[in-house]
């Protein structure tokens, strides 16, 4: 199922913080949304799982306005991983992982043995089956990444959305949230800080600045010097991968003034 933002407009307070926005997210593609900070990635993100309405415009699931669905209907469709997720109260890893099933669920329904596989099935492929019965707030902030991550993949959602889904986690680990999302199958729309990540696993990738989209395309398309320096303010030399081809980005920290001697007399 593929999703779309159709001149999607955000405003806050009187302030517009998305303007305008349209974007396509092919089924089973990854589209990566990249900006500066305050450029309204995460903001557009809440509207496509639906923690803020837009103001004006549309986001569509297939062809469905998603606002006109109900909201157990929508969620069965949409999984997210927000930048602020946070779990409050001390639920093991497996019973958070659990809560994902909950829009497919009915009252205190329990889990099926279909369902109980699923989560087991998934905590493996995030690496957190030694971590099952572990309460969440003695992790690392790597540790409840994935443990969310696996809640939203556990709802079997067809859109999957994250919010910076790298933070806080090591080499190893980002690599294999990656490569996980190339496999899923999933139509994925990511905000990512890292430009070299971001061309690594996105298909596209949109750039956002002060909550306008600037540039859409390929990764060779959109990550360029001149954008870079336009967008970022960071001089970048683009490269190839030597193994992937993929664009590479090398940063060069601004020279150092070296400060004029005080004369003595």
């Known amino acids: 199922m593929g999703l779309a933002l159709d001149e999607l407009s955000v405003a806050i307070d009187g302030k517009r913080l998305v303007r305008d926005l349209s974007l396509d997210v092919g089924a089973g593609r990854i589209v990566g949304l990249v900006g500066p900070n305050g450029s309204g990635k995460s903001t557009a993100l809440k509207c496509v799982y ?23 209907h929508s969620a069965r469709i949409v999984a997210a991983m927000a930048q602020d997720s946070a779990v409050d109260l001390d639920f093991t890893v ?7 099933r909950a829009p497919h669920l009915r009252g205190n329904q329990a889990l099926s043995g279909r369902e109980l596989e699923l989560c087991a099935r998934t905590m493996a492929r995030l690496d957190l089956t030694r971590l099952a019965r572990r309460g969440v707030l003695t992790l690392s902030g790597g540790e409840r990444q994935r ?45 990512l800080h890292d430009l070299n990540l971001a061309a690594a696993a996105c298909d596209r990738i949109g750039v956002l600045s002060q909550g306008e989209l600037v540039a ?7 990550l ?35 400060p004029t001697p005080t004369p003595t007399f």
Do not use: M, W
Request: no cysteine.
């Open 50 to 72: 639906r923690a803020l309405r837009p103001t004006s415009g549309v986001v569509r699931v297939g062809v469905d306005d998603l606002t006109r669905l109900p909201l157990r």
């Open 216 to 222: 859409s395309g390929t990764p060779e398309e959109v």
């Open 147 to 191: 443990v969310l991550l696996a809640r939203a993949l556990v709802q079997e959602p067809q859109i999957l959305v994250l919010d910076e889904p790298t933070n806080h986690l090591d080499v190893r680990h980002q690599i294999e949230l990656l490569s996980l999302l190339r496999g899923s199958g999933l139509t994925v729309l990511v905000v």
């Open 224 to 258: 360029t010097t001149e954008l870079i320096d336009e967008v970022f303010g960071v001089k970048a030399t683009v490269v190839g991968h030597p193994l992937t081809g993929d664009p590479q980005l090398l940063y060069a920290l601004a020279p150092t003034p070296t």
């Open 94 to 100: 497996e019973e958070v992982v659990a809560l994902g």
